[in-house]
């Protein structure tokens, strides 16, 4: 997954903005995108295992 922060002028609220690789979020500020993405990737590098039936 790309994961890019970037500054944008499209939303005066939320200039700051997260692209997920064809999705993107906004954020009021930089802290908030960063805090989201640092979040996002320890969810994605968090080991998921699998329960086995049977």
Same mark, same amino acid.
Not at 13 to 27: A, E, I, N
């Given at each position: 997954?790309?994961?890019?922060?970037?500054?944008? %002028?499209?939303?005066? #609220?939320?200039?700051?903005?997260?692209?997920?690789?064809?999705?993107?979020?906004?954020?009021?500020?930089?802290?908030?995108?960063? %805090?989201?993405?640092?979040?996002?990737? %320890?969810?994605?590098?968090?080991?998921?295992?699998?329960?086995?039936? #049977?």
């Amino acid at each position: 997954m790309n994961i890019q922060v970037s500054a944008s %002028a499209k939303k005066p #609220g939320c200039p700051w903005q997260v692209q997920l690789d064809q999705h993107v979020v906004s954020f009021r500020s930089e802290a908030e995108a960063r %805090a989201f993405v640092n979040t996002l990737q %320890a969810r994605l590098q968090a080991p998921h295992p699998l329960k086995r039936s #049977g």
